[in-house]
């Protein structure tokens, strides 16, 4: 979780530049806008995808 205040009412952009081990790190920026007459606070929820590999197992008797 990330949290700012105070932030002034332009345009920003959340650039993820790393991740932990086994995400896939976002490819696109984030963009969102503060607006001046925002008295909310702005929520914004990101899903990382997990990376996925394969694995090639074979099962032999204990002569082979």
Avoid: A, R
Avoid at 33 to 40: A, G, L, R, V
Avoid at 48 to 61: A, C, R
């Amino acid at each position: 979780m990330i949290y700012y205040e105070g932030l002034e009412t332009v345009e920003y952009q959340f650039v993820e530049v790393k991740v932990p081990s086994g995400l896939n790190l976002l490819q696109e920026p984030i963009s969102f806008t503060i607006e001046k007459s925002q008295n909310e606070v702005l929520s914004i929820t990101v899903t990382n995808e997990l990376l996925t590999g394969s694995v090639q197992l074979m099962n032999v008797d204990q002569d082979n």
